[in-house]
């Protein structure tokens, strides 16, 4: 149902977009979100996007250079990373959850999430 796509092998520096569609369009969700996860490491909470793209929140860490849009209505969302690190290096997922939280900033543990993406891979080189 979730088709995350973008990934791919970037210089420190540089930007890059991915995507998040929702292949079947009769399906609705609360909140879009995404994580990334390296090598040896935990998930790793990195934005979400409510349905309608009204509200959004980006992890500290990222805020500045990472960016999420989006919405239910177009069936895809984004995240738009810049000045990528060689730290960034990770499979990027996104997630989509019905879970009905009264703050956009509830959604940032995977338990909040039902379905997940494949993941695609970002690797920073420097």
């Known amino acids: 149902q979730l088709q995350a796509s973008g990934g791919g092998l970037v210089q420190v520096g540089d930007s890059l977009k991915l995507a998040c569609a929702v292949s079947?369009?009769?399906?609705?969700?609360?909140?879009m979100g995404w994580f990334r996860q390296a090598p040896g490491k935990e998930r790793e909470f990195v934005g979400v996007?409510?349905?309608?793209?009204?509200?959004?929140y980006i992890a500290n860490p990222m805020k500045g250079r990472f960016t999420i849009s989006g919405n239910g209505a177009k069936n895809t969302v984004y995240l738009q990373m810049s000045s990528l690190k060689s730290d960034d290096t990770a499979v990027y997922y996104c997630?989509?959850?019905?879970?009905?939280?009264?703050?956009?900033?509830?959604?940032?543990?995977?338990?909040?999430?039902?379905?997940w993406g494949q993941g695609t891979q970002v690797t920073v080189s420097s």
């Open positions: 079947e369009r009769t399906f609705t969700y609360n909140a």
């Open positions: 997630a989509a959850s019905n879970r009905d939280y009264s703050g956009i900033y509830d959604y940032n543990r995977p338990v909040d999430y039902e379905y």
């Open positions: 996007i409510s349905w309608s793209g009204a509200r959004r």
